[in-house]
């Protein structure tokens, strides 16, 4: 069986995160993966699991690891592609240990894109795209809430993988254009 071939992208919300996957998934044929989306689409299915998402979700607190690995590899599996990008995830020691729990050596972490960004860049950023993205952790409580929890539990996991040698960082407090050339150098291996 092909083992998928996973790059994790990670940054505080509003870092680029999503602008930077569409460029790459254009340009080198990965398939991007949300697990906000994907826990977005699950709340949205009227399910009872959709319901409990919903919940966490609206508290600004992280939905139970094996929730969101599941619909990860489902998604994988389903795409018929090799190689992802996973956008937000994992948030904390407890997601990469359910990650290397649930998906064992069915894909290989190439490297985690670390998108740097001051948090006050990011809040501006953030405030802007709630004026048109109908999403309701856009405002300014939901914002603080992901901050704090982003400081908290995703920065340990950015050293944990940096440890290992597997943290690619990118300034991404500049024009999107200059970020994205830092991106795609990274990218360049992975060429069809």
Avoid at 48 to 65: L, S
């Amino acid at each position: 069986e092909q083992q998928f071939q996973v790059v994790f992208v990670l940054g505080g919300p509003g870092a680029g995160k999503g602008t930077n996957c569409e460029k790459i998934v254009n340009e080198f044929g990965f398939l991007h993966l949300s697990a906000g989306d994907l826990l977005r689409a699950a709340q949205a299915s009227g399910t009872e699991e959709g319901e409990m998402i919903k919940n966490y979700i609206k508290e600004g607190q992280i939905v139970p690891v094996e929730v969101t690995v599941r619909l990860l590899l489902n998604a994988m599996k389903e795409s018929g592609k090799s190689k992802f990008l996973i956008d937000g995830f994992p948030r904390n020691q407890n997601n990469v240990d359910g990650w290397e729990s649930v998906v064992g050596t069915a894909a290989k972490v190439e490297f985690v894109l670390y998108l740097d960004c001051p948090e006050d860049v990011m809040e501006a950023r953030l405030l802007d795209r709630g004026k048109t993205s109908g999403r309701t952790d856009d405002n300014i409580e939901s914002i603080k809430k992901r901050f704090r929890t982003y400081m908290q539990e995703t920065m340990q996991v950015i050293n944990a993988f940096d440890a290992r040698g597997l943290v690619k960082r990118v300034d991404s407090n500049r024009d999107p254009e200059a970020v994205y050339a830092s991106v795609q150098e990274l990218f360049v291996p992975f060429t069809q």
